[in-house]
């Protein structure tokens, strides 16, 4: 077996694209990144199907969020050692967010790649890394229902009702109130109500560290980035479009990342999982629609490569991602029902899922997806003040 692609951890390469994997070298993979998957070429596949190319997608997320995960790594540091943010390291930090929202801006992507092999000690930067990134490729997508909004949301019309600076500049300082709370998100540990509590204030404690340092939209994002749609979330419970724009843009990214992180101990949700959940399942009221939905046109559920097992028996692999409609993928029967690779002559060219009415996802290599094939869950709440009071750090961020 040789990788399809480069395999990353923390940013760098540690095997390259065409490696040979070894005996050795899959059981160094299994018990190092045991929550990795890797894409691996199938030559007689290869040769005859057209896999949708993410290497320049890949490249300038790896970019990007390098560079955001050393820029945080640098304020985290500041702002455990107690150094003052002054206006100049707030400048020279607005600068760098600039000069990363310009390459993101100038080198448009199909699809967002999102990794997060880093040690958990990283966690805090990879994530902010991981949902800045995010943020800014939803905005990009739905700039126009960002004018909208904030046209709306004001008396007279707003300048600059496009810009994606403040929503990147805000997705950045986001999570700036957890870093004194370092112990809370290096444990999976049940919390106690009293540590609960303190985190639930951590959007306060950075809209109050920021807000005259920063502009004032880019700290609205700081200080209402866990309100829900709904209007059960933190700290003001805020509903629908009394939450800013960029905020609710923030919530979704920042949700989403949380959710599908694998940390060392623990592995994330999938992807396919999340999607569904926050687009067709129980948990869809916590966020605006319109950015679930751009969620789901720029983040690929079915991986360029994956193999889906149909209810039929037969294996499917994905060959393109399908922004119009994430749960339709262009698929290709590559194996049939005994697991054997399709003769040449049978292996047929690839496909929309949906062009065919009588295949079902039955699973992936992951976990039963069964589920897709439910209809759309019909459990829209009311809103509500006050949320059910979570154990564990993800469930204060997902759903």
Known sequence: MCLAEDFYFGYKVVLPKGWQLTVQDIEYIRSKYPHQVISIMIPRIDNLV?????????????????NIFSLFGQLREDVLNQAELDEEKIANIRLEIIRN????????????????????EDYLACHTANVMYLSIIIGEKIIDYIKQERNH??????????????????????DIGMIPLKRYWETNKCLSPREISQIRRHPVWGYEMLREKIPSMAAAIVHNHHENWNGSGYPRGLINDKINVYARIVRVADAFCAATFNKKNKKGKSPTVVFHEMTRGKYRE?????????????????????RLKMKTGEIALVTSHNPLDTYNPKIIIAFDKQGRLMPKNVLKNAFYLNENENLEILSSIQENLDFLNAPVENTIKAPRKNAQIPGKLLELVYP
């Open 153 to 174: 949301s004001s008396s007279v019309n707003v300048t600059n009702a496009k810009s994606l600076t403040p929503l990147a500049m805000g997705a950045f300082f986001h």
């Open 101 to 120: 929202l310009t390459y993101i801006q100038s080198n448009p992507i199909k699809t967002a790649i999102l990794t997060n092999e880093v040690n958990d």
């Open 50 to 66: 057209d896999f949708e190319d993410r290497s320049f997608d890949i490249k300038s997320s790896m970019t990007i969020r390098k």
């Open 286 to 306: 916590f966020y605006d629609p319109v950015i679930t939905n751009a969620l789901t046109q720029v983040v690929q559920p079915f991986p360029i490569g994956l």
